[in-house]
């Protein structure tokens, strides 16, 4: 594999990889107190692999000689989150984000190495996104289906 | 304080919008010259990896409508599984066009499928072809270039991952 040049810059995707992950961490902190029995291990699990995450794109962003974005100071919920039912769509909530963050990292990704540690994260955070009982979808991390926007003509794609 | 919105980042639409390489220019911006018809384009790389992404796609959408000849009663169920694999169809094929066949694009010609004949045993086939389009779609990403192709290949693998657990929790609910 040969990545091409394209519009979403490496380092540009990292970031945003990063400022996501960086999110999903605080969300599992105040989510995970919600939670009870096998959802709160699955709760801490997820965290615990949001750090490894974290720390791997630090290490990336460092390689490439870049500052990593650091976490916001605060963030705001989509919504109250009170309960164990609140806290499962909470979790499914930024797991549904955090696989649009790395289907993005898919496409800015300037090697096969990074290609696949993005793909097969979007693919975790599609899996755990169905787990905390989010729906199926065609195209997860994505906000729309593609096909409807095929239609331009390109190089790498002629209208036909 | 920042929006806990995780979406990814706005974006043009995948299929369409797949960045051009600097050796990509279009024919039709050259200077004007003496020949009245301009050379086609060069043939898209990615073709033969999108083109079996669509027979992947056709062959799984031929499976599962064995299935649901076989288990009308599975049709509430099964029913959403075509409907996403239509949507990935309809993707792909917004790329590489309709008239793909698994020989034009240097495959062998997926065998004729076939449904076994328990209940158990047609899932567990339905399981196993999502598990072999998961890893397919692994392949592709290593051989595929444009990065907007990239993107929706990997999408597409993401869903049939879940697609296997799903079925997988069908089966244990049966």
Known sequence: MSPRPNTHSEIETLQAALAGVHAALWGYGVLGPRLSGEEEERGRRAYVRYRELRDHLVALLSERSVEPVAAAAGYTLPFP??????????????????????ADLVAGATSAKLRGFAASTLRECALRHLAWGGALSAFPGLPRPPARTATTPTPDAPAR | MTVLGLSGLAGPGLAGCTTSSPDATPATKRPAAPVTTPPPPPPDPDLP?????????RHLLSLYTAALERLPDLRDDLEEFVRRHEEHLAALTALVGPEVDATAAGLATTAPSTTPPSRSETLAALVAAEKAAVTDRDKDLRAVQGADHARLLAVIGACEATHVVALDELVEKL
């Open chain 1, 81 to 102: 989150v009170s309960d164990a039912a609140s806290a499962r769509r909470l979790a499914a909530h930024l797991e549904a984000g955090c696989a649009g963050v790395f």
């Open chain 2, 49 to 57: 990896v999108l083109s079996a992404a669509v027979e992947s796609e």
